[in-house]
Structure formats: structure tokens, C-alpha cells
């Protein structure tokens, strides 16, 4: 089992930019897909951005295109996810993950992604962020 470790977390306002970091060991390949979620108190985990391993496609929800940036090491199992104009509804605890056999799969072409994270085993502990108005 990996272990995740994600640093970046911090209190910014609104309009501001944070960069989350997110490595993955104890495992000696590359994973099929990182990515990270968030939750808020009292609602259900959702998906920010992925980036899959097998063709590098990168996906985000849809209230973050334009405003978050996943990207990957191209070497070891790290991920970053460059948040530019945060809102305050930004405000979560944001998960690492990683999928290290193969549940995940990009979306259809054209198809939106969404995710609640089912597919991924690996976790991080979260690191928060809150952006205040």
C-alpha cells in the first residue's frame, strides 16, 4: 500500500493562489492515475483534478477549469495542483489520491469527468485550505 503525504494547505484570501504537493511512496511503479478531491463539512467528497498516466490527459470539475492547474512529475509519484483564484468556496480539506491498480480510466472523449474517488485506494490525510472572502 502506498503512502501519500500532501503538503501546500494553508489560509489565503480571496483572489489569491495556493499550490498543493502530493507524493506517493512505497511503491515501486508509476501510478495509474493521481489526483486530487475535496470535501467540505457535512457533504460528500468530490473531485477537483485527475491526470491519468496512460495518454497524460488531465481532468477537472467544473467549477475549477481555468482557476486550478493539475500537473505530474514526470519521474516519481508526484503531484501538484496550482489553485489561482481561489473562492471561498474553495474552502476544504483537500485529499491526495492515487490509483495503483488500474480502477481508473479517463472519460469518454468529449464527456465530462466527475468523480466521488470510489476508484482510488490511496489516500493522503488532507490538507486544508480556506480562502476568506
Known amino acids: 500500500q502506498a503512502q501519500l503525504v500532501e503538503t501546500g494547505g494553508g489560509s489565503v484570501q480571496a483572489g489569491g493562489s495556493l499550490r498543493l504537493s502530493c507524493t506517493a511512496s512505497?511503491?515501486?511503479?508509476?501510478?495509474?492515475?493521481m489526483g486530487w478531491f475535496r470535501q467540505l463539512p457535512g457533504k460528500e467528497r468530490e473531485g477537483v483534478a485527475v491526470v491519468y498516466d496512460e495518454d497524460g490527459s488531465k481532468h477537472y470539475y467544473k467549477s475549477v477549469k481555468g482557476r486550478f492547474t493539475i500537473s505530474r512529475d514526470n519521474f516519481e509519484n508526484t503531484i501538484y495542483l496550482q489553485m489561482d483564484s481561489l473562492k471561498p468556496e474553495d474552502t476544504a480539506m483537500y485529499y491526495c489520491?492515487?490509483?495503483?491498480?488500474?480502477?481508473?480510466?479517463?472519460?469518454?472523449?468529449?464527456?465530462?469527468?466527475?468523480?466521488?474517488?470510489?476508484?482510488?485506494?490511496?489516500w493522503g490525510q488532507g490538507t486544508r485550505v480556506t480562502v476568506s472572502s
Open positions: 489520491a492515487a490509483d495503483f491498480v488500474g480502477l481508473s480510466g479517463p472519460p469518454p472523449a468529449g464527456s465530462p469527468w466527475a468523480s466521488r474517488g470510489s476508484e482510488f485506494r490511496d
Open positions: 512505497g511503491v515501486p511503479y508509476r501510478a495509474n492515475c
